[in-house]
């Protein structure tokens, strides 16, 4: 790894908590939620930090597993936190938002395993668990469902894939514009990435997954003007070829930050998001091994 490439990702995640402010004009709901509870949940890659958001007064709930964004680079779970309380007060699921493990730390597919491990712990009982996040989260989230359905670990009840990284593979081309630039997407690739053959594996990459038939039900939410729609676009439409139900949204006229840069709209996304979660959560499931 270049001594440059680790010196910038390791000032990143030092200072996420100071310079990433996304979503603080979304704080519809859950503001009045207790802090988080954290647990140390073992994975095959070691133990890792998630912070748990209880909703109140909801008996035997759900649990939704969220995978924060920042493109494995920056270990900022908190970033999300404003989402994880609306989604708790709102849809009445737990919401266990993971501290997995970022690069130069740990390259591919470390986050990967990880987030799988502790979605599947939690479904052990039973218990319907469905996953989602946003950016490198939001592939996260669609990489966990792969590994679930091909390993039989347990079977999500949902995949909220939020303007979702779901190609990690193709190099990215100066002429790109938007908020995502190329030179970090190349950083993302060097570092967390660093073997080009993985990056075509499609545990990094869903959409080079040859059969998506299998797989949870989904909601993929792209921007218009965002790098990442066309991934998210195409991944929605090969869900529903291959015979997933989709709900697909896309917001117009803004870029990745697409529930902060139109917050009116967000209201709208968000409470749909949130009864696809509910609804999602309604049935209980018996866990592998038992009828």
């Not at 993971?98 to 502790?118: K, L």
């Not at 909601?219 to 139900?245: C, F, K, N, Q, S």
């Amino acid at each position: 790894m270049r001594l440059g490439d680790r010196l910038r990702v390791e000032l990143m995640r030092a200072t996420a908590r100071f310079t990433v402010s996304y979503g603080d004009n979304l704080r519809f709901a859950g503001t009045d939620l207790p802090a988080p509870t954290t647990e140390r949940m073992p994975t095959r890659h070691g133990r890792v930090p998630v912070h748990v958001y209880r909703p109140r007064g909801i008996e035997n709930p759900s649990v939704h597993v969220h995978l924060h964004g920042g493109a494995f680079l920056m270990r900022y779970p908190a970033m999300d936190d404003w989402w994880c309380r609306y989604l708790a007060a709102t849809a009445g699921v737990i919401v266990v938002n993971v501290d997995f493990e970022v690069a130069p730390r740990v390259a591919y597919p470390v986050a990967q395993h990880q987030a799988h491990d502790v979605a599947a712990a939690f479904a052990q009982d039973g218990t319907p668990v469905s996953v989602g996040g946003f950016s490198s989260g939001g592939g996260l989230a669609a990489s966990v469902a792969l590994q679930a359905r091909d390993s039989g670990s347990f079977t999500p009840t949902l995949q909220v894939l939020g303007i979702p990284a779901l190609d990690l593979s193709a190099e990215p081309r100066d002429t790109d514009r938007g908020m995502i630039s190329p030179d970090l997407r190349r950083l993302v690739r060097r570092v967390y990435l660093p073997d080009p053959a993985s990056r075509r594996e499609p545990y990094a990459s869903p959409l080079l997954a040859d059969d998506l038939t299998g797989l949870p039900p989904a909601v993929v939410l792209t921007a218009e003007h965002d790098i990442l729609r066309a991934e998210g676009d195409a991944y929605a439409a090969r869900l529903r070829e291959a015979g997933i139900r989709v709900v697909h949204d896309v917001t117009p006229g803004v870029d990745h930050y697409f529930l902060t840069e139109d917050p009116v709209r967000a209201r709208t996304t968000m409470a749909m998001i949130a009864a696809e979660v509910r609804a999602a959560g309604q049935s209980r499931i018996a866990p592998p091994g038992r009828s």
